[in-house]
């Protein structure tokens, strides 16, 4: 099948939702609660952030709907797992999007994008909270997976998740 010209965002995506994932599986369960700073999030509330807006950007600005996006139980694990699954669900549906679609102009908050637009500055939201995780890891002095390249901390690899034996409990 031939590359279609809205294709870099879904293979942008996909490996945007592996980045997420990797860095939260680097935090133990221990750290769920670490706030740096009183007005920071906790681990779990940038969690719990990326789920909520995630699935209400693709709702109500795409119109791609997975359901709750809130796991069963409030951990860590329990976030990464629902995230995952609702995350491949969605990518699956923009994958079945023709090209006008992405093209379209819908609301975005109180102006009006072409889909691209918001799914490229959904994209960027992701990896600023991202980011801003990764700094927690530093200040917890816990290994950093990749994220765009190798880190200080994976040996000169690429490695989005580090081996269960590795990660902190």
Do not use: C, N
């Amino acid at each position: 099948m031939p590359e279609r010209t809205y294709d870099f965002l879904l293979s942008t995506y996909q490996t945007e939702i592996l980045k997420t994932l990797g860095i939260w599986s680097a935090f133990p369960e221990s750290a769920a609660s670490y706030r740096p700073d009183e007005k920071s999030r906790t681990v779990l509330e940038h969690m719990e952030h990326q789920v909520e807006s995630e699935e209400r950007w693709m709702r109500v600005m795409l119109g791609i709907e997975t359901g709750d996006p809130y796991p069963r139980e409030r951990t860590r694990a329990a976030f990464a797992q629902k995230y995952s699954e609702d995350a491949q669900r969605r990518l699956e549906m923009l994958r079945s999007k023709p090209e006008e679609w992405w093209r379209e102009h819908v609301e975005f908050f109180d102006v009006k994008r072409s889909r691209a637009w918001i799914m490229t500055r959904r994209i960027a939201h992701t990896a600023h909270h991202r980011g801003q995780l990764a700094v927690y890891l530093r200040l917890l002095q816990i290994p950093q997976p990749s994220v765009y390249g190798p880190t200080a901390d994976t040996g000169g690899r690429v490695m989005y998740q580090f081996p269960p034996q590795a990660r902190h409990a």
